[in-house]
């Protein structure tokens, strides 16, 4: 069975362009989380679909944006980048549950320059 | 800050002896997961442990959860150079939903 999918691998933009990286849950998974990791640094929650709602969001500005579509993918978008949005972008899936653990894709890297 | 906060943050032991990482958090929690994460990819869910739980054991590894202390520790036994890694505990608050919050993380280096 495919784990969590993530595309690109890697992706370099400039400086206030705009980025959309997607993901692809585990069969019958239909929570999606987003995950920023910054060079060094722990994981930020981002955003967080069940069902194509979005359910929480993490301390980011409003150009950071998702969606979760029908069949459960999701797409990160970020507007306007900025140099500070280099890093790894990590998805992960997992049923909707409290005492459910998450799988994670190989991550999205991306580069502003 | 709720999150997680690995101790050590990095690690460096020989092959054979133990790794012991110790995570704290600061509000009560449902349950609290241990995670892998080899050179910047993606992570790999080692174990989770519910706040009723005190202890958890899965092949080498062996968890503990203290929530008066509101502390959990890692430990790696017997470990190995492919264990060389970067360990994060996360936490499901309580009322947190699914929502995983992830501490800083604690580097590990085993050498041969």
């Known amino acids: 069975e495919a784990g969590v999918t993530q595309s690109p691998t890697h992706l370099i933009k400039t400086r206030g362009q705009q980025a959309t990286l997607r993901c692809s849950p585990i069969s019958g998974h239909t929570s999606v989380y987003w995950y920023q990791q910054a060079l060094g640094l722990g994981l930020q929650f981002l955003l967080w679909?069940?069902?194509?709602?979005?359910?929480n969001r993490g301390n980011f500005p409003p150009r950071f944006s998702g969606r979760q579509f029908p069949n459960y993918s999701s797409e990160l978008n970020v507007n306007a980048l900025e140099l500070e949005d280099s890093a790894l972008y990590l998805c992960?899936?997992?049923?909707?549950?409290?005492?459910?653990?998450?799988?994670f894709g190989q991550g999205t890297r991306l580069t502003v320059v | 800050s709720q999150q997680g906060e690995e101790d050590p943050q990095a690690l460096s032991i020989q092959e054979g002896e133990n790794a012991t990482m110790n995570c704290s958090y600061k509000t009560s929690i449902n349950n609290l997961q241990w995670y892998r994460q080899n050179s910047g990819r993606g992570l790999v869910h080692l174990i989770l442990i519910r706040s009723n739980e005190r202890e958890k054991h899965s092949g080498r590894l062996r968890v503990t959860l203290d929530t008066s202390k509101k502390s959990s520790s890692l430990l790696i036994t017997a470990s190995r150079a492919a264990d060389t890694a970067s360990y994060f505990c996360?936490?499901?608050?309580?009322?947190?939903?699914?929502?995983?919050?992830f501490g800083t993380g604690t580097q590990l280096k085993v050498e041969l």
């Open positions: 679909y069940d069902e194509g709602e979005e359910r």
């Open positions: 996360a936490i499901i608050l309580t009322g947190g939903g699914n929502k995983l919050t």
């Open positions: 992960a899936s997992s049923f909707l549950g409290r005492d459910t653990e998450a799988f």
